[in-house]
């Protein structure tokens, strides 16, 4: 598969003790291991996820893996960024926007604790778990 010494190259991220960095760093991988499934050369990880899933129907990792993309909408929803059009939850088509995430402390209104942070990016980790059982290891 392609893409990866860039894979590698943003793993080093995986553990550098910031929940926003880590999260990026991981879905970038996601992205990139997944690049060879529709949509192609997108964001939308979860779509990416979801037809992953599909073509594995039946299983047991493909099941986990339905319910690792029900949680990562969930955690993506509790993320609130900035947008031109004002301030909304992460788009699941478009996770590069986290880095515009609305801080705590930085925003009166519309913003988003550190441990929802902490929280997607535990989800992330575990949905790459899932990815290795199917034969995607990152």
Known sequence: ???NKNIIEFKTGFNCGSALLE???RMIAIELKL?????LKS????????????ASAGSPAASALNSRIVELR?????????????????PHCSYPNIRYTRFTGDWKT?????????????????????????????
């Open 110 to 138: 519309d913003h988003t604790d550190n441990s929802k942070i902490a929280h997607l990016n535990d989800k992330i980790k575990s949905t790459i778990v899932i990815l290795k059982q199917l034969g995607h290891a990152i």
């Open 74 to 90: 969930s955690a993506f929803i509790d993320i609130q960024v900035e947008s031109t059009k004002g301030t909304k939850s992460l």
């Open 23 to 25: 999260s990026y760093c």
């Open 1 to 3: 598969m392609h893409h």
């Open 35 to 39: 690049a060879h499934i529709k949509p």
């Open 43 to 54: 964001h939308d990880i979860i779509l990416k996820l979801q037809n992953l899933s599909k």
